[in-house]
């Protein structure tokens, strides 16, 4: 086993939150690096997700955020934020939090994909956690990226990011096999919270 998969302690709480709905998520579109905002759906859930955070946590003081850059996950930041009474913008961003892109297949649904290039998408079947689409990446190459921002969180934090980076993060912390890590549903609205090498849904 590389070291980039050696299993990740993470020694503070985190809460990991998937950026609300967008209408391409609706639609099935891969949106890997397309920066797509949220819909109307997409900002009822990252209210959502503010209401079962404040069910968490006593108090905000010690808390770090920290989100991804592009749009859907900052927009998604802002509005837990304002709804927890913060300042909405007060906030870090990372750039290694963007979300698994999909090179070329970026704007397709995976049934067109499978249309269109059905060796390809047979071999991703196969792999999933190891397969790279054309001029993209794969989650072995997103857990690589996003190994060093967990290795120096400080403290309690609560990160908006992607479905993707969560999926790298259960791989990473050792909670999920990293072929099976790919596969999981990653809930919009809810909150993945990871404490002590478990993880569980808030």
């Known amino acids: 086993m590389s070291r980039s998969m050696l299993p990740l302690t993470i020694s503070h709480r985190l809460f990991l939150v998937?950026?609300?709905e967008t209408d391409w998520n609706r639609e099935g579109?891969?949106?890997?690096?397309?920066?797509i905002p949220l819909n109307e759906l997409g900002r009822e859930?990252?209210?959502e997700a503010a209401g079962r955070?404040?069910?968490?946590?006593?108090?905000?003081?010690?808390?770090?955020?920290?989100?991804?850059?592009?749009?859907r996950a900052r927009e998604t930041m802002e509005i837990l934020r304002y709804r927890l009474g913060l300042p909405p913008k007060a906030y870090r961003i990372d750039e290694r939090l963007r979300e698994l892109t999909f090179g070329t297949w970026e704007g397709f649904t995976w049934r067109e994909v499978r249309k269109s290039?059905?060796?390809?998408?047979?071999?991703?079947?196969?792999?999933?956690?190891?397969?790279?689409?054309?001029?993209?990446e794969s989650y072995r190459m997103l857990a690589e990226r996003i190994r060093p921002v967990l290795e120096t969180l400080t403290g309690e934090t609560v990160m908006v990011s992607h479905g993707g980076v969560a999926?790298?993060?259960?791989?990473?912390?050792?909670?999920?096999?990293?072929?099976?890590?790919?596969?999981?549903?990653?809930?919009?609205?809810?909150?993945?919270?990871?404490?002590?090498g478990r993880v569980s849904w808030v």
């Open 53 to 71: 955070l404040r069910s968490l946590v006593q108090g905000y003081d010690g808390l770090d955020f920290v989100a991804s850059p592009m749009e």
């Open 117 to 136: 290039e059905r060796e390809q998408a047979l071999a991703r079947e196969r792999d999933k956690w190891s397969f790279v689409p054309p001029e993209g």
């Open 18 to 20: 998937r950026h609300g």
């Open 167 to 196: 999926r790298a993060v259960l791989a990473l912390v050792g909670a999920v096999a990293p072929g099976d890590a790919a596969m999981v549903d990653i809930w919009q609205g809810k909150i993945l919270k990871v404490s002590d």
């Open 29 to 35: 579109r891969l949106q890997g690096s397309k920066d």
């Open 45 to 47: 859930q990252a209210a």
